[in-house]
């Protein structure tokens, strides 16, 4: 893989930008996070030239993280957004060890939604505009000879295992009929084994897609299920073969496909809600559902993926009479009695990267998540790669902190340690059956910890990202897919 690592140093650490997953428009990043940007810039360049470092060697170190997100904190003050804060040291910008103390932790950290493609699958001579749409995105431009390798196992390995402090994930697939996915359960497969010749065998854990109203969906669940070795369901409701979605708990198609997951002894079902896809009907994106499914089968998990999150039309304390977002899952929990020990669980994927560049927006979030679905049942997911390496996620919710005014007007509690490390992942060991004790023990032995140790003594991350940017861009993808979402 060929990279400009940016030597210049024009990329910041934290990434405050439009980036899509390529499910939803770009949406710009309007005038406080572009002013919030333009300051980190500044800040970030004094600094470095004031402790007599390179740009990019300041930017690469704890403390040019820390200088980003104290930029970032000003300029959002001033802008008049308070709800919420990265809590930094104003000298961690100066003190390296101060700056990966607050930035660093040891926490467990488990990324239930991770991506990449198989540029070597059949799939590419099946007439899918995958081939077309990938390259469309920014990061085709990687150098590879071909632009479809820019999203290819090695860069998933890169990105979350050595860039990032992630210690375990989960790898999906995106909403596409088997024969025309980028990535079939086959190649996640083999990426999982991949992991495991990496000693790592603990890290990489499954999804088995799911569109039941195709036929044969059902024989192929048994077919994961049993020859695959999966740890959960994932299924996009508002996905379907003929732009028709389905309701979890409708007699056609939902059900049975729960009933089916269970009967198979994989009783872990993940749906996409929220972020909805142009083109589909915006009914089966909403999170009316959840609720009910959740109530009509109390022994299986339910883990919803973006947390209902529609990208362009912000959150704010909980308002029952909204239908969609995130409190129309608060809704639909709370109208079924699914309370915050119930069998629901709300995962970040997008979602934080998204309202992470709007401490208000982010407040009212992640409070609402913690206050009404519960601080047990939140899990983090982070959808990389399209978004790079995810530590600049995972440094930004290390530090994040709602703000005393907001906890006291909504009720939201204040973010502790012992709230981070469970919604970094330990809460996502119980519907996943792992133990996490075991699988760090196990990781700091593993070749993919001792590569990551090595790499961190002389860090050279990319700051890359990998979805598309405009409109543009975004509009281009659709084209080449046929309409369709990634």
């Known amino acids: 893989m060929v990279h400009a690592f940016d030597p210049e140093g024009t990329r910041l650490p934290i990434k405050i930008d439009a980036t899509s997953n390529g499910e939803f428009a770009p949406r710009p990043i309007g005038a406080a996070a572009t002013a919030a940007n333009r300051l980190a810039r500044l800040r970030t360049d004094e600094i470095a030239r004031r402790l007599g470092l390179p740009r990019r060697r300041f930017l690469a170190s704890a403390s040019g993280a820390a200088a980003t997100l104290l930029a970032l904190n000003e300029a959002f003050a001033a802008a008049g957004r308070r709800g919420g804060f990265f809590a930094v040291p104003a000298d961690a910008a100066y003190d390296p060890p101060l700056a990966e103390a607050t930035l660093g932790g040891e926490e467990f950290i488990f990324d239930v939604q991770t991506h990449h493609v198989?540029?070597?699958?059949?799939?590419?001579?099946?007439?899918?505009?995958?081939?077309?749409?990938?390259?469309?995105?920014?990061?085709?431009?990687?150098?590879?000879?071909?632009?479809?390798?820019?999203?290819?196992?090695?860069?998933?390995?890169?990105?979350?295992?050595?860039?990032?402090?992630?210690?375990?994930?989960?790898?999906?697939?995106?909403?596409?009929?088997?024969?025309?996915?980028?990535?079939?359960?086959?190649?996640?497969?083999?990426?999982?084994?991949?992991?495991?010749?990496?000693?790592?065998?603990?890290?990489?854990?499954?999804?088995?897609?799911?569109?039941?109203?195709?036929?044969?969906?059902?024989?192929?669940?048994?077919?994961?299920?049993?020859?695959?070795?999966?740890?959960?369901?994932?299924?996009y409701t508002q996905w379907g073969p003929e732009g028709e979605g389905f309701f979890l708990d409708d007699e056609e198609h939902g059900i049975p496909f729960i009933e089916k997951g269970r009967s198979l002894g994989v009783p872990v079902f993940c749906m996409h809600k929220g972020l909805p896809f142009p083109g589909f009907d915006y009914r089966y994106s909403i999170c009316r559902d959840v609720g009910p499914a959740?109530?009509?089968?109390?022994?299986?998990?339910?883990?919803?993926?973006?947390?209902?999150?529609?990208?362009?039309?912000?959150?704010?304390?909980?308002?029952?009479?909204?239908?969609?977002?995130?409190?129309?899952?608060?809704?639909?929990?709370?109208?079924?009695?699914?309370?915050?020990?119930?069998?629901?669980?709300?995962?970040?994927?997008?979602?934080?990267?998204?309202?992470?560049?709007?401490?208000?927006?982010?407040?009212?979030?992640?409070?609402?998540?913690?206050?009404?679905?519960?601080?047990?049942?939140?899990?983090?997911?982070?959808?990389?790669?399209?978004?790079?390496?995810?530590?600049?996620?995972?440094?930004?919710?290390?530090t994040f902190q709602i703000s005393e005014d907001f906890r006291e007007r909504y009720g939201y509690p204040e973010i502790t340690p012992g709230i981070r490390a469970k919604v970094f992942g330990l809460n996502a060991a119980k519907p996943y059956g792992i133990d996490p004790t075991e699988v760090r023990k196990r990781a700091q032995t593993d070749r993919i910890g001792r590569t990551r140790q090595a790499w961190q003594e002389a860090p050279d991350p990319s700051f890359m990202t990998y979805g598309p940017k405009t409109r543009r861009e975004f509009l281009r993808l659709l084209q080449c897919t046929g309409g369709r979402p990634t």
């Open 118 to 235: 198989d540029p070597d699958g059949a799939w590419r001579s099946s007439g899918s505009g995958w081939n077309r749409s990938l390259s469309a995105f920014p990061q085709a431009a990687c150098g590879e000879p071909d632009a479809v390798a820019c999203f290819g196992r090695d860069d998933f390995l890169r990105e979350i295992f050595l860039e990032s402090d992630t210690d375990m994930a989960v790898l999906s697939m995106v909403p596409e009929a088997p024969e025309r996915n980028p990535l079939s359960i086959e190649a996640a497969a083999a990426s999982r084994e991949a992991v495991a010749e990496l000693r790592g065998n603990h890290r990489l854990l499954l999804h088995a897609p799911v569109h039941p109203q195709l036929p044969g969906s059902f024989e192929r669940m048994e077919r994961d299920a049993g020859e695959i070795g999966i740890a959960a369901w994932k299924t």
């Open 294 to 398: 959740a109530r009509l089968f109390p022994d299986s998990t339910f883990i919803v993926y973006h947390s209902g999150y529609v990208s362009g039309a912000p959150e704010g304390p909980h308002d029952p009479d909204r239908t969609d977002g995130v409190d129309a899952l608060i809704t639909s929990l709370r109208e079924n009695d699914i309370g915050p020990d119930g069998n629901v669980y709300a995962e970040l994927g997008s979602t934080w990267r998204q309202v992470m560049r709007d401490p208000d927006e982010a407040a009212h979030l992640i409070g609402k998540l913690l206050r009404y679905v519960g601080e047990d049942r939140v899990l983090w997911g982070t959808d990389s790669i399209w978004y790079g390496s995810p530590q600049d996620q995972i440094q930004a919710f290390r």
